[in-house]
Each structure stands twice: as C-alpha cells, then as structure tokens.
C-alpha cells in the first residue's frame, strides 16, 4: 500500500463529458503530481502541485485542469472528454527530492 | 535526446535466475536521482528502489539491487531469485536536481516487460 489514494478506480463516460479524479496524497507529503498513461504516449506527466500551489506544467491539455486543496488532495478535471484521453491516469505524491509514491490509478474509458 | 532509455522491450527469466534490466539516461546536472517502478497487470505502479547521483554505494532493496555505473549513465536493475510475482513492466525514471526549479518531476523510461517462466 502506497498511501496515495485514488478514487475513482474506473470510470466509463462518453466523448463530451466532463469527469473529475480525485486524489489523496500520503500523509505529510505536499507535493502531488498527475500522470497520463496511455499505450502510445507511455507515462506522461501532466501537472505539479506543491502545498497547494501550482508547481510545474507539463503535457497537460486545456481542456484538462487540476487543484490542490488546503488538505492537500488533489482533483483532477478533465472536460469535452474525446476518445484520446481514454488512459490510466495517476496521482503520485512526494516529499522533497524522494521517490514518488504512486496511488492505484483512474482507469478512464471514454465510449 | 531521450533522457531515459531502455533498450529491451522484453525479457524472459527462469524462475529463481536472476535478471538485469537494463536503464541508461542522459543528464547534466551532477545532482540527480534514479528510480525503479514495477508495474503488474494490475496496473498499479510500485516503487521499488532509488539511487541518487552521490550515493556511493549501489542501492540495494531485497531481492532488487541496482547496479549504478555513472560513468557510463546505467542504472540497471538486478532481480535475483526470480519469482512468479515478478513478471511486469518495469520502468526506469530519472529525477534532476535543483535546476528543474524543485519540481523534482522524473522522467520515465518505456518501460521492459518481464515474463518468469516457471
């Protein structure tokens, strides 16, 4: 068990839909990051947080946002979903300079 | 330039051998950090072992140890006594230091399946 949870484990919608992922860091690490997963791009980061503040940007779309609470969980929210983003998406979380610990993932299926 | 490479697609172990998986990357930054994650079927990515760039010993987690040569910027990893369990994906990543601004955001490999025949 990681400590990272994710929620939910699936999630099926269709192409237009807007889904929200959700994500709880281990406990006392402030940074949480997402990734993108699909069998054609590999893991694919996609945003940063740090205590709440945006940290780094990467290939994240902008039909994509995300936000880190004052509890420091995260949501992840996709919109005018398309069938591309169908993926595995993940949150890990970290402090500092150590490993990242990675939740179970959202598998996203877009019908 | 791929800052992550890992040049076997896949690879197969007899059960109880023990299996290198091979991990080169590119940097430099002369502080950096290395990383291993497994990935079963299941899909979960498991951490599994981490080197930083002035370790001068080589990391080792149980039956997983990684053989870190910095002059040539490999950072295999060895799974000795393979097991039924062990076959995933197997991704190696690379975390630069300060000047990536304290993002610490790694970059990953492509990942090496790994099949254990009994």
């Known amino acids: 068990d990681s400590g990272v949870t994710q929620t939910p484990k699936h999630l099926i919608t269709a192409t237009g839909q807007r889904v929200t992922l959700r994500c709880s860091p281990r406990?006392?690490?402030?940074?949480v990051y997402w990734y993108q997963q699909s069998l054609d791009q590999g893991l694919q980061f996609l945003i940063q947080?740090?205590?709440?503040?945006?940290?780094a940007k990467g290939n994240i779309l902008e039909r994509f946002s995300a936000q880190q609470f004052p509890d420091l969980h995260s949501e992840l929210n996709l919109s005018s979903l398309e069938l591309g983003d169908s993926a595995l998406y993940f949150c890990?979380?970290?402090?500092?300079?150590?490993?990242?610990?990675f939740g179970d993932g959202t598998r996203l299926s877009i019908l | 330039a791929q800052k992550i490479t890992q040049t076997q697609p896949g690879m197969f172990v007899q059960e109880k051998e023990a299996v290198t998986l091979d991990c080169t990357y590119d940097t430099s930054d002369p502080s950096y950090g290395l990383f291993w994650y497994k990935q079963p079927s299941s899909g979960e990515m498991i951490f599994l072992i981490y080197q930083g760039s002035y370790d001068q010993q080589n990391a080792t987690e149980g039956r997983y140890s990684l053989n870190f040569q910095k002059a040539r910027k490999s950072a295999n990893l060895v799974i000795s006594a393979s097991q039924l369990g062990d076959s995933a994906m197997y991704f190696c990543a690379m975390r630069e230091g300060p000047a990536s601004g304290g993002s610490y955001i790694p970059t990953f490999g492509r990942g090496t399946s790994l099949i254990v025949h009994p």
């Open positions: 406990s006392g690490d402030l940074s």
């Open positions: 890990a979380s970290s402090v500092g300079d150590q490993p990242q610990h």
């Open positions: 947080y740090y205590n709440g503040e945006e940290r």
